[in-house]
């Protein structure tokens, strides 16, 4: 069975730091392409990072500016999203996703594999 399996979100104050993850059950990570999005309440799904299957292209989205990186230990078959200096506004659910090919697409309908989602809230 084909899974995604996100952890580590939760509450965390403005300027903290989180490390989401996320453990791929199934199949390899090794040749698809990786990439974390985001929704906030009333808002469609964005995306925050992705990288081809190749590492050689990575995309973040413009929010972002230098506080997320992405990146995946093929050996867990696991990806990663730390997450630095949170703001209030950086609350979501966080979602994992993958697809086959090589080229990092950051539209939401490329990918055809999900996970769950875990929640990020970023709160004093």
């Known amino acids: 069975q084909v899974q995604l399996v996100e952890s580590g979100g939760g509450l965390v104050q403005p300027g903290g730091s989180l490390r989401l993850s996320c453990a791929a059950s199934?199949?390899?990570?090794?040749?698809?392409?990786i990439g974390w999005f985001r929704q906030a309440p009333g808002k469609e799904r964005e995306g925050v990072s992705c990288r081809s299957s190749s590492g050689g292209s990575t995309y973040y989205g413009d929010f972002v500016k230098g506080r997320f990186t992405i990146s995946r230990d093929n050996a867990k078959n696991t990806v990663y999203l730390q997450m630095n200096s949170l703001k209030p506004e950086d609350t979501a659910v966080y979602y994992c996703?993958?697809?086959?090919?090589?080229?990092?697409?950051?539209?939401?309908?490329?990918?055809?594999?999900w996970g769950q989602g875990t929640q990020v809230t970023v709160s004093s």
């Open positions: 199934g199949f390899t990570l090794d040749y698809k392409v």
């Open positions: 996703a993958a697809r086959s090919g090589s080229y990092a697409y950051t539209q939401v309908e490329k990918y055809n594999y």
